[in-house]
């Protein structure tokens, strides 16, 4: 069984910066598309950014274009969310996704409060 493992997130202020982890506990290199989510409350779960691993590019929601930035690590099959010049919006708990062929896997969540 596949797990994620969130960390990184916390209290910030707005205009500060945070970067999320996701530890997977396989390669990385076995998925297609890894990602963030986040949900804040009362809302629905939304796509942040995620990456396509055989084409090699990344998208993201627009709320988050020019600010946030995911990048990955094969070597410590690890995913990352840089988060720039956070807003209060984007107070929400961040989810790590996995997919492959058969499989879509969530990490348990790390919660992200940005204050004003």
């Known amino acids: 069984q596949v797990q994620l493992v969130e960390s990184g997130g916390g209290l910030v202020q707005v205009g500060g910066s945070l970067t999320l982890s996701c530890a997977a506990s396989e390669s990385i290199s076995s998925f297609n598309i890894m990602g963030w989510y986040r949900q804040a409350p009362g809302k629905q779960r939304e796509l942040v950014a995620r990456h396509f691993f055989r084409l090699r590019l990344s998208n993201y929601a627009d709320s988050v274009k020019g600010r946030f930035t995911i990048s990955t690590d094969i070597a410590k099959n690890a995913v990352y969310l840089q988060m720039n010049s956070l807003k209060p919006e984007d107070t929400a708990v961040y989810y790590c996704?996995?997919?492959?062929?058969?499989?879509?896997?969530w990490g348990q969540g790390t919660q992200v409060t940005v204050s004003s």
């Open positions: 996704n996995a997919q492959k062929k058969g499989g879509d896997y």
